[in-house]
């Protein structure tokens, strides 16, 4: 019989869904009888300990939604190496009220100066604010966008991407587009004109988007959208990756 209560609280703290109360409650009460600590604080402990375990997982989730080839934090990003881009605005967009207020971000600059890790931390900032975040390469998010529509449910995977807070458009005019995916792409971030924000990473420069849309009037109707309330990243550097190469040839002359 004396086990009784201790069997119910568990069976309820189960059904409550608080894993962090069972696991934790016993452990505590001996920790804060031996500090002399009150009911009240007892519980307060109790209580915060859930808080930050609920956060945890939260946020966990939102980052496994997001699909995030790596995880990849701005605190890892080397800014001395890319002296084109603004730390102090890549820093303040962490904060993530861009997002708050529906703008977007466009990083332009050459193949390897750290875009995609950029756009990856603002992507995990995000997260950690409690933020649903969608990352996907331009080409596939065309493919999805294309396979959705033979297959019948474009207006279902339309209104998947229309519910993030954040979408991150990676990699646009690697690869130009056919008309079919330069008019469903168009839709796409049409549909999150002032109601979501978006980031994007290219390697072209504005004036040779129309290589990757094929023409001119929807290249300049998508730019309407996109830069009517954006923050523009100039990564212009030399690529990290050619760097490296190079640096390692100079230690090793012979290889």
Request: with cysteine.
């Amino acid at each position: 019989m004396s086990d009784t209560p201790q069997l119910l609280l568990s069976h309820h703290l189960k059904k409550l869904r608080l894993p962090t109360f069972l696991s934790e409650y016993g452990k505590l009460a001996q920790q804060c009888a031996a500090e002399n600590k009150d009911h009240v604080q007892y519980l307060l402990r109790l209580t915060e300990l859930e808080l930050i375990e609920r956060e945890r997982r939260m946020i966990e989730r939102r980052i496994k939604a997001a699909k995030f080839p790596a995880i990849k934090s701005l605190d890892s990003f080397d800014f001395k190496a890319i002296a084109s881009l603004n730390k102090t605005l890549v820093m303040e967009l962490a904060r993530c009220e861009y997002i708050d207020r529906h703008e977007n971000i466009i990083a332009l600059g050459p193949s390897g100066t750290g875009k995609t890790h950029i756009a990856l931390g603002l992507g995990l900032a995000a997260c950690q604010k409690g933020l649903k975040v969608r990352f996907i390469t331009a080409a596939a998010l065309v493919h999805e966008l294309i396979e959705a529509t033979d297959e019948k449910r474009l207006l279902r995977l339309q209104k998947q991407l229309a519910s993030q807070h954040l979408l991150i458009i990676d990699e646009l005019g690697f690869v130009p587009l056919s008309k079919t995916g330069a008019e469903l792409l168009f839709e796409t971030i049409s549909q999150r004109y002032e109601r979501g924000s978006i980031i994007i990473t290219s390697n072209l420069p504005f004036d040779e988007w129309t290589e990757t849309f094929g023409t001119e009037r929807l290249t300049g109707a998508l730019l309407d959208r996109l830069t009517h309330h954006i923050q523009i990243l100039e990564m212009n550097d030399e690529s990290f990756r050619l760097k490296q190469s190079r640096q390692s040839r100079k230690k090793n002359p012979g290889k």
